[in-house]
C-alpha cells in the first residue's frame, strides 16, 4: 500500500483521467475526494466504498475561488490534512483559429485549466506550510502544450501555461519538502477525446509511433508514482506518457 494513511484530492475525479487515478489511489491505500461539477462524481464514489475504499464526492467549480477555499477547509476538517493534491479538470475550448474566436471562450478555458490549478494549489499549500507538512502536488497537463494546434490553440495555450505554473510551484515549494509536478498525456481514451472524429483520430495515431492511444489507467500509474515516495527526489518536472508523440520529428514515408 504506497498511500495508506494519505488524502488525496483530485478535481475533475468524476470520469476520465481524474477518475482513473483515484480508483488507483483508493486501491494504494488512500482516502480520495472526487471534486467535480460533474454529479457522477457521487455514482463514482459510492462505488469506490462499496468496494472497500475510502472516497467521498464534493460537487466543486475548480475554477470559482470562494468555492476551492470552502472545499479544501471541509476536506481537511472533516477528513483530515490533503497530502496529495491532482489537478485533472479541464475543458478543451470552443475550436477555431484564434482571429475568430471569443475572448470569453479563451479566459474560460484558462480559467479552468489554469487558474483552477493556481488556485486549490494555493490553498492546499498554504495549509501544507502552515502545519509543515510535506505533500505532492500533481498537475495534468498535455503535450498540447508543447504542440500547437490551430484550431485548440487556447487549451494548448493553457497547457503550455501550466507547465511553467507547475515548475515556478515547485521552486516556491521546494524548501517546504512540498513536491510539484505534472503529468503530459499523449492522445488518451477519456470522454475528453470520445468526440474526436474519426479522420482526426487517424491522424493522431499516424504521428503517435507507439499506433495507439492511451488508457486513463496508464496515466493513472504515472500518477502514483509521482505522489508516492517512489518519487521523493523528483519536482518541478512534466512527464510526458505520450506514446512517443514528442520524440517524433515528423513521418518519413515508408520505403
Known amino acids: 500500500m504506497r498511500l495508506e494513511g494519505k488524502i488525496a484530492a483530485i478535481t475533475g475525479g468524476a470520469s476520465g483521467i481524474g477518475l482513473a487515478i483515484a480508483r488507483r489511489f483508493a486501491a494504494e491505500g488512500a482516502a480520495v475526494v472526487l471534486l467535480d461539477l460533474n454529479e457522477d462524481g457521487e455514482r ?14 464534493m460537487r466543486l467549480d475548480a475554477s470559482d475561488e470562494a468555492g476551492v477555499d470552502s472545499a479544501v477547509e471541509e476536506i481537511e476538517r472533516s477528513i483530515g490534512p490533503i497530502s496529495i493534491l491532482v489537478c485533472s479538470a479541464g475543458v478543451t475550448g470552443a475550436p477555431g483559429p484564434f482571429y475568430t474566436t471569443d475572448v470569453a471562450v479563451f479566459e474560460r478555458t484558462l480559467r479552468v485549466n489554469l487558474i483552477g490549478p493556481f488556485l486549490i494549489g494555493k490553498a492546499v499549500a498554504a495549509r501544507m506550510l502552515a502545519e509543515k507538512r ?59 477525446t470520445a468526440h474526436i472524429p474519426t479522420e482526426a483520430r487517424e491522424m493522431m495515431l499516424s504521428r503517435t509511433p507507439l499506433g495507439r492511444f492511451g488508457a486513463a489507467e496508464e496515466i493513472a500509474g504515472v500518477a502514483l508514482f509521482l505522489a508516492s515516495e517512489e518519487s521523493s527526489y523528483v519536482t518541478g518536472q512534466t512527464i510526458y506518457a505520450d506514446g512517443g508523440r514528442l520524440a517524433l520529428n515528423y513521418v518519413m514515408p515508408k520505403r
Open 44 to 57: 463514482e464514489a459510492c462505488a469506490l466504498r462499496e468496494a472497500g475504499f475510502q472516497a467521498r464526492f
Open 134 to 192: 510535506g505533500g505532492s502536488i500533481i498537475n495534468i497537463s498535455s503535450v498540447g502544450g508543447q504542440l500547437g494546434v490551430a484550431d485548440s490553440w487556447p487549451y494548448c495555450t493553457s497547457k503550455a501555461g501550466l507547465d511553467m505554473l507547475t515548475k515556478t510551484m515547485a521552486l516556491a515549494l521546494a524548501p517546504h519538502g512540498v513536491r510539484v509536478n505534472a503529468i503530459g498525456p499523449g492522445p488518451t481514451e477519456s470522454p475528453m
